[in-house]
């Protein structure tokens, strides 16, 4: 009984930590945010990445990264990855992918023509992932506003992606 007490002790301190980590991160993202007008903004095209291109942008508060953001664009959809540093290592990470139903040139003419279904932004479907890190360690995930908790095996994957 002991042992099953000391263990829902440390689970909830653990668990209470990563609390307190996230609401912590969660306001230095707003911080960040708040402070990206000020920021030196420093921006390079992307080729080869996605079909319509992409774009990376820096912004640096005097040489420390505070935020990266890479945006792809493609015919099929368009995706961003929002990376936000502190103390130059990665606290948060924010993927939003947009799938359109056909791909942006199919109009309804041609979608006719074709016997296929026209482009519509109606239609498009977004998927949004957050990610949070603490000492370069992947310690929370949601995805589409669903905390995934039972996928660790995918967690870590996704981390390492992430991060390398």
């Known amino acids: 009984m002991k042992r099953l007490l000391a263990a829902l002790v440390l689970f909830c301190a653990l668990g209470c930590q990563n609390k307190d980590i ?12 708040r402070r990206l007008p000020m920021l030196k903004k420093i921006e390079k095209e992307i080729s080869g990445r996605s079909t319509e291109g992409g774009t990376l942008s ?20 368009k995706s961003s990855l ?7 290592k990665l606290i948060y990470a924010f993927e939003e992918t947009y799938m359109y139903n056909a ?5 309804a003419q041609t979608a006719k023509v074709m016997g296929v279904e026209a482009f519509d932004v109606n239609k498009t479907r977004l998927n949004e992932n957050e990610y949070y890190f603490n000492d370069d360690k992947q310690i929370k995930w949601i995805s589409d506003k669903t905390e995934m908790r039972e996928h660790k095996e995918a ?4 981390a390492q992606r992430l991060l390398s």
């Open 22 to 33: 996230v609401t912590v991160t969660d306001a230095s993202v707003l911080g960040i945010e």
């Open 58 to 77: 820096g912004y640096y508060e005097n040489v420390n990264l505070m935020k990266m953001k890479a945006e792809f664009f493609g015919e099929m959809g």
């Open 82 to 88: 929002h990376f936000y540093f502190k103390d130059q």
């Open 103 to 107: 791909p942006i040139y199919m109009d």
């Open 155 to 158: 967690l870590r994957q996704t």
